[in-house]
């Protein structure tokens, strides 16, 4: 069975820095891309960014480009998430999720390309 484990979330000023951690068992994790995803209250869930399964390839939300950085280590079966220059428009519970087919080429924007989610970490940014 496929687990995703977040951490690292909490409590940070405006301006500041947080490291989310994603790791993952289950399933061959070299294999597959990564993405991040998050959901403020009220709001739908959305796209933060994706790292494809070499970590080679990385693609952000307009809204976290530049402020954000995705990385992976395949030898420990874990996704980071770099958030610097956070806003309190960046708070929200953030999800990491493993695609559900091998290799894909393209990204995955979208969360039906996922088959398994975390349970997700609180990020609050106050300003």
């Known amino acids: 069975q496929v687990q995703l484990v977040e951490s690292g979330g909490g409590l940070v000023q405006a301006g500041g820095s947080l490291s989310l951690s994603c790791a993952a068992s289950?399933?061959?994790?070299?294999?597959?891309?990564m993405g991040w995803f998050r959901q403020a209250p009220g709001k739908e869930r959305e796209f933060v960014g994706y790292i494809n399964w070499s970590g080679g390839y990385t693609y952000y939300a307009t809204s976290v480009k530049g402020r954000f950085t995705i990385s992976r280590d395949n030898t420990k079966n874990t996704v980071h998430l770099q958030m610097n220059s956070l806003k309190p428009e960046d708070t929200a519970v953030y999800y990491c999720a493993i695609q559900r087919s091998r290799r894909t080429v393209v990204g995955g924007t979208l969360p039906n390309a996922y088959d398994y989610w975390g349970q997700g970490t609180q990020v609050t940014v106050s300003s």
């Open positions: 289950g399933r061959t994790f070299g294999d597959y891309a």
